[in-house]
């Protein structure tokens, strides 16, 4: 493996990996137990490059976040060795099988050479250089579940998840859900205080949470009476918690489980960037994904 690399994230990154790491092994050690079982599959929709995060001012599809979020690009910049498809590959039983998504090329192409790092694994590894959203449904749609599993992580810079594509997830009722939700980083940072969010927002808004601004305008912000000029007052009522809790809610319609209290990563200065989120059929994957996600 390659010595260290500069990247972002500080001991946010590090805990949502950790918190990860502990939700593999534990799933793999039920999974072995289970013969009707033919695979148990890892799937990892924004895979990176599987030797570290890449920068994220290196990234065109994050110049938006930035410009949303600039502590980004300095204070919590760190050594950082580890990734979640490494965690994944270093999990022991291994899985039946890794999908690794990655829509930057050359991401996706460092990603290969991981096969080298694990040559016992290569066979199960399948690499795919496309939109995480457009290959998942896909998978979603056409694999047989009946006796397959996954574990899902989708860990985007920002808003790339789309609602469609949780629904999905959800109705294969085969794959336990991580979701890095980019609830400060995104969604608070588009609900400006004077609550006039301009048109390209709204349809980010809508496609995130998969309702019409009717119904998530009202979660964030008190309207009034329009004044005598016809101009309706409006307050912002938004805090991480209210998206927290809408978000959770809206889970909850696809999801027969899923985790009432989603783990705020933040950064050093209290910052908080996104919610660590899990949602899947099974009772007893949430049982232990609640356990994972203590404080
Ligand atoms: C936060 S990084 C992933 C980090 C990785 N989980 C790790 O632990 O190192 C997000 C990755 O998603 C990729 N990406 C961005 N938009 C994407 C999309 N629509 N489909 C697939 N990958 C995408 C980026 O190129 C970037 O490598």
Request: proline share 7%; glycine share 6%.
């Amino acid at each position: 493996m390659n010595g260290p690399k500069q990247s972002f994230g500080g001991s946010w990154t590090a805990e949502k990996l950790e918190r990860l790491r502990k939700y593999l092994a534990a799933y793999v050690q039920i999974m072995k137990g289970r013969p009707w079982c033919e695979a148990f599959c890892y799937i990892d929709a924004f895979a990176g490059t599987g030797y570290n995060l890449p920068k994220p001012k290196d990234s065109p599809e994050c110049e938006s976040t930035l410009e949303l979020l600039p502590e980004l690009s300095a204070p919590d910049t760190v050594e950082f060795l580890s990734s979640s498809v490494r965690l994944a590959l270093e999990t022991k039983p291994p899985f039946t099988r890794y999908v690794f998504i990655e829509k930057n090329p050359s991401r996706a192409a460092e990603l290969n050479a991981l096969k080298h790092d694990y040559p016992e694994l290569s066979q199960r590894i399948s690499i795919h250089a496309d939109d995480a959203n457009a290959r998942l449904r896909q998978i979603c749609d056409s694999w047989d579940w009946k006796k397959r599993r996954a574990v899902l992580f989708l860990d985007p810079f920002g808003m790339q998840v789309s609602w469609s594509t949780i629904e999905a997830v959800a109705r294969t009722e085969a794959i336990d859900m991580w979701l890095l939700f980019p609830a400060g980083i995104g969604v608070n940072r588009m609900l400006p205080g004077h609550g006039n969010i301009s048109e390209a927002w709204c349809r980010r808004l809508d496609a995130i949470f998969g309702v019409p601004e009717s119904d998530w305008y009202p979660e964030f912000y008190k309207t009034g009476e329009p004044d005598m000029f016809g101009v309706t007052p409006r307050m912002k009522t938004a805090t991480i918690t209210s998206i927290s809790d809408f978000f959770v809610k809206r889970l909850k319609t696809v999801f027969d489980s899923v985790a009432e209290k989603p783990l705020t990563l933040a950064t050093d200065s209290g910052t908080a960037l996104y919610l660590l989120c899990f949602a899947a059929k099974n009772a007893t994957a949430l049982k232990i994904a609640k356990d994972v996600l203590k404080p």
